[in-house]
């Protein structure tokens, strides 16, 4: 069963423009791990964690350090949730999070689907 659904899109150059101007925002938005990678792949973290707020239905006081998105040995992305985050797909009952990240001709992408009780299938499992 489906949960919630969450999608996002980011400008790249003018998501970089927003971090040269406010240094300050990377810190507040994204763990020590994220900071390291290139602006097209924070960039798409940030329209991962946009997205999962969405499919969860964008309730007040998520905090963006409780949804770090890593990846797999094989370089899947996933989420590593805590706390907010946690929180609240227990309030949902979500059994799996799928994440998909894009980024090409400018624009970062993020897609989310949270899937409920009866969830099956070879997707990565959340740990809950």
């Given amino acids: 069963m489906i949960v919630g659904v969450g999608i996002d899109v980011v400008d790249i150059s003018r998501f970089a423009e927003v971090l040269e101007r406010t240094p300050a925002l990377a810190e507040r938005v994204f ?9 097209p792949s924070q960039a798409a973290r940030f329209a991962a964690k946009e997205a999962l707020a969405k499919a969860l239905g ?10 770090e998105v890593v990846s797999d040995d094989d370089g899947r992305p996933w989420f590593r949730i805590r ?16 994440l998909s990240l894009s980024h090409d001709a400018g624009i970062a992408s993020a897609m989310v689907v949270l899937e ?5 299938g070879q997707s990565r499992t959340v740990p809950i």
């Fill in 116 to 120: 409920g009780p009866g969830a099956s």
């Fill in 58 to 67: 964008a309730p007040v006081g998520l905090q963006w350090h409780d949804a």
């Fill in 31 to 39: 763990t020590s791990d994220e900071r390291k990678r290139s602006i």
């Fill in 83 to 98: 706390n907010t985050v946690e929180r609240r797909c227990t309030e949902l009952e979500v059994a799996r999070v799928h």
